[in-house]
């Protein structure tokens, strides 16, 4: 056995008995890194990272710090001082930012030792994580490298999956988080907006994004947010929110609760093995005493979801990254004017699918096009939060599959505006338009890939939402997996 392969709260147990140290768990976890070969990594820091867990082998390990110790893994879009951060994109090749994302300073107070930053969709634009300028990110369940792990944080979901790290920070604008956990067999969480620091993280489109984490437990989910909840001054949309213990309020009680599956999302899903497993799963849930109805939603409303995400986030991120320019970030390849050292830094810098973005993003917020695109689409997610809303205040959760699909082929997936409006795939991004927290946690198994169900709850509900969540994963066993542990009870 292999501490790695073990939860976070397992392996802070074993490093409290002293069955380990930090030092052998980041050196282990360097060593993995380094043989990876599913295009995990940007950068794997090495000297200082042992230096740390040196250092922290000389001292107790605190008993109520989960963290002390543990390596980690963060996403390549979130500040480190002194390492580069280039959001896997060529213009930003080289940038070594001057101080640390929140996320990150309370992680390395903890004594959390971070051992890499892992690869994304460039820019955290996209979902299949194959545009990153070192290429796809691979699927650690498919050795074949054919399936997709899905995107944007794609790098970060890989190293908890393959047994690396037992937690890797990760950001959500769409379903970013949630959506490569349900392909990689993790618990992926996405938190009330705000209530995790943004400062530090790049922006892609600040009224959607969110920081969350990939961990492969609920329980280790919830420790997580009690070290990243907290109002940070540095943020000004951070949440003014009293601070929760989210573990002492853990249990998987569900006898009473009141739990919607949207029937135009769940009738959309074709594959059986996932139907199946979900309706199985209802019934454990009915079993334990939660009362499951089955729920309308407008027809209309779902098929604008990503539309609607599409042209927000585009017309968000277009703003955003107005200053990646070549003057004042990007690489300088001179020009006669400033307008072509933009052309040029830009042209050069961007992949097609960021230069498909922000075409669509400025084509959106320009004044003759802005009624009927951008406020337009304001409307339209309006509409479709005001639903949720009406839900909530009914329900206690909307549980429903993560994905349509297992983990899809990456031959045929490079991301286009698509005319068909695939219900269950895109339902996720209501979680970033209504800031509600959900978490995605695996449900089962088809051909060897795992698939996910997901909880979401209204703001501020994480007790509730954790509880749910429990009680699934006790009902699924799922608890602890990952692609290391799943290949030796298979025996392969």
């Known amino acids: 056995m292999n501490y790695l392969d073990l939860t976070l709260s397992e392996i802070h147990e074993a490093l409290v008995n002293k069955k380990v140290t930090p030092l052998e768990l980041t050196k282990e976890a360097i060593k993995r890194a380094k043989e990876n070969k599913d295009n995990a990594f940007e950068l794997i820091i090495e000297e200082d990272a042992i230096k740390k867990a040196t250092e922290l082998s000389n001292h107790e390990v605190p008993k109520d710090n989960y963290f002390y110790g543990i390596p980690y893994v963060a996403k390549d879009n979130f ?71 899905g995107g944007s944080s794609c790098g970060s979901a890989v190293a908890v999956s393959d047994s690396i790290v037992p937690f890797a920070l990760g950001s959500d604008t769409g379903d970013s988080i949630r959506k490569p956990a349900s392909h990689s067999g993790l618990v992926g969480l996405k938190p009330t907006w705000g209530l995790i620091s943004r400062f530090g993280l790049f922006p892609f489109a600040p009224s959607m994004d969110h920081v969350g984490f990939f961990t492969r437990s609920v329980k280790d989910s919830a420790i997580a947010l009690n070290l990243l909840a907290f109002h940070d001054d540095k943020d000004s949309t951070s949440a003014f929110k009293e601070k929760e213990d989210y573990v002492a309020n853990l249990n998987s009680e569900v006898k009473g609760k009141k739990i919607a599956v949207v029937s135009e999302i769940l009738n959309s899903i074709q594959d059986k093995t996932i139907k199946s497993a979900f309706e199985n799963l209802i019934k454990k849930l009915e079993k334990d005493g939660a009362e499951v109805n089955y729920v309308n939603f407008s027809r209309d409303l779902l098929n604008a979801i990503y539309p609607t995400y599409m ?70 997610r309006r509409l479709i939060v005001d639903k949720c809303n009406e839900l909530f205040n009914q329900y206690d959760a909307i549980v429903l599959p993560a994905s349509p699909t297992p983990a899809p082929l990456i031959k045929g997936s490079n991301e286009k505006v698509q005319k068909d409006y695939l219900a269950a795939d895109n339902w996720l991004a209501i979680g970033n338009f209504g800031g509600f927290p959900s978490i995605t946690l695996p449900m089962g198994f088809e051909n060897e890939l795992p698939f996910g169900v997901n909880v979401t709850c209204k703001p501020y509900d994480e007790v509730n939402m954790f509880n749910i969540a429990l009680n699934i994963e006790k009902n699924t066993g799922f608890a602890g997996l990952s692609y290391q542990n799943h290949k030796e009870k298979d025996g392969k």
């Open 79 to 149: 500040s480190t001082k002194g390492y580069e951060t280039n959001a896997s994109s060529n213009i930003l090749k080289g940038y070594v930012p001057l101080f640390d994302a929140t996320a990150i300073e309370a992680l390395n107070k903890a004594g959390a030792i971070l051992i890499g930053k892992s690869t994304l969709d460039e820019l955290a634009m996209g979902g299949t994580g194959t545009s990153g300028h070192l290429g796809t990110t691979f699927n650690p369940y498919d050795p074949t490298h054919t399936h997709l792990i």
């Open 311 to 380: 042209v927000i986030s585009c017309a968000e991120s277009t703003s955003n990254n107005a200053n990646l320019d070549g003057i004042k970030f990007g690489p300088y390849l001179g020009g006669k004017t400033y307008q072509e050292v933009i052309y040029n830094a830009r042209t050069n810098g961007f992949s097609p699918l960021i230069k498909r973005r922000f075409v669509l993003g400025s084509y959106s917020l320009m004044r003759e096009n802005q009624h009927d695109l951008f406020l337009r689409a304001q409307k339209a």
